[in-house]
């Protein structure tokens, strides 16, 4: 299979030959691995007990997808990926808006997919061989798996694809056995001597709902579009593509995430999961736990690497995506080390998800606003300005950027961090909120709202049915 040179320019009619099936077999296959599962023990660790996880979960989730699911419309009509496509909103140079929060979103998911994986590979190869469990252990694992990766990612899309489709049904299997591997020691309730992190249900709940749920769907916000892209609306109708993508996404998040709470109520992991999973797992399950813990590893990480490499590709316009790929694919090992000897889990993770949450939230609502106004209708040739190194067009606004559109996204994105309440850092507006983390709902309002009445009429520069675009100039 040759690798894919395509980076971030418009994808030819002719090369648009997946379909909805694909979409929802990339979105399911990429996510049954354990960077996704972990995300499931967040509510036990923040000591909630089976169905207030379960709840806070789903709840979220449900949330989350609304709200992210029809951005995969984007790129079904403008045949390139969502950050460039951001472009007839925020103009062909402000999009890197997009670009940045995608690469920040990417580069912390594929950390955590190794950082989380990698640990439970040492922890099964510990118990299997004897493995030493330390730090040159773990570093080692951390390399390989990060080597692995970039293969898939280098290669792209349809490597990545195949891989997908392969881990949808493997690791479906390998959970559902897992099910049986963990039923002896599950228990319905929270974690002993577990309190609730916020100091009562609601406000526990309610950071669940965000951390643990909505997060997941807003990890994608600049991703679909790498793959929808790559559907023709010739072929498939919006409708269809919008469907596929619910239902990846609600399948491909809930499963692993619920798995993820069952074994942690399991292995009554309060303050960490990947040591006591391997620790509560029989002997039985340790060599289809390491299958799991690497394949899946490789086949989420290496979409998120793909992702990471089309936006730096984004960024840099002069770099091949396999170049790009290779310089985030090091600096998300780093990360993975970082976290690893520097950090625990669970306040790591928390952080992350949530000030990642309140920043790209805002960014989301805007482009859904354009898309809506725009209806579907795009420039192609316009939206690339920037990649070819030209001037003018439709979306070239002000000097490349929309002003309106990327200060409301400055301003949403603010008042976002300003409501945000993490282990590490917490917001002045808390006080206004009753101490309640509403950073995402507060971000995407204001940013939606100052963006709708900023530009009343749409964005100058939409493209309409009846209008002839504009010529861009080298």
Known sequence: MPIEQRGVDTVPEAERTSGPRDLVSILLGSNLCLGVIVFGWLPVSFGLGLWASVTSVVTGTLVGVAVTAPLALISLRTATNLSTSSGAFFGVRGRLVGSVVGLLLSLGYTALALWIGGDVVVGTLSRLTGLPTGGAAHAVVYALLAACTVVGAVYGYRLLLRLSKALAVGMTALLAVGLVAYAGDFTTAAVPDTPYL?????????????????????????????????????????????????????????????????????????????????????????????????????????????????????????????????????????????????????????????????????????????????????????????????????????????????????????????????????????????????????????????????????????????????????
């Open 198 to 474: 916020l100091g009562s249900f609601w406000p526990t709940w309610l950071l669940s709902a965000v951390a643990a749920g909505l997060s997941g769907p807003v990890a994608f916000i600049t991703l679909l579009g790498d793959y929808t892209r790559y559907v023709s609306p010739e072929r498939h109708s919006a409708r269809t593509v919008w469907r596929a993508t619910c239902l990846g996404l609600l399948v491909g998040l809930l499963v692993p995430q619920l798995f993820g709470t069952y074994t942690a109520l399991a292995a009554h992991g309060a303050l960490d999961y990947a040591g006591p999973l391997v620790a509560a797992s029989p002997g039985w399950y340790l060599v289809p736990l390491l299958v799991a813990a690497t394949a899946g590893t490789v086949g989420n990480a290496g979409l998120m690497l793909y992702s990471m490499g089309l936006d730096l590709d984004a960024i840099l316009p002069r770099a091949t995506r396999a170049r790009a790929t290779l310089v985030v694919a090091a600096v998300a090992t780093a990360f993975v080390f970082l976290g690893h000897f520097a950090s625990d889990a669970q306040t790591a993770m928390t952080s992350f998800v949530l000030l990642l949450t309140a920043i790209g939230t805002p960014w989301a609502v805007i482009a859904l606003i354009g898309h809506a106004r725009c209806g579907g209708v795009y420039d192609p040739e316009a939206l690339q300005v920037y990649n070819r190194r030209s001037r003018g067009g439709v979306y070239w606004f002000s000097a490349g950027w929309h002003p309106r559109a990327t200060a409301s996204w400055a301003i949403g994105a603010a008042v976002g961090l300003a409501a945000v309440s993490t282990p590490l850092y917490e917001g002045p507006l808390l006080a206004l909120t009753g101490g309640i983390d509403c950073s995402f709902v507060l971000s995407g309002i204001v940013g939606g709202a100052l963006y709708a009445v900023l530009t009343p009429n749409g964005a100058p520069g939409t493209v309409t049915a009846s209008e002839t675009p504009l010529r861009v100039e080298p």
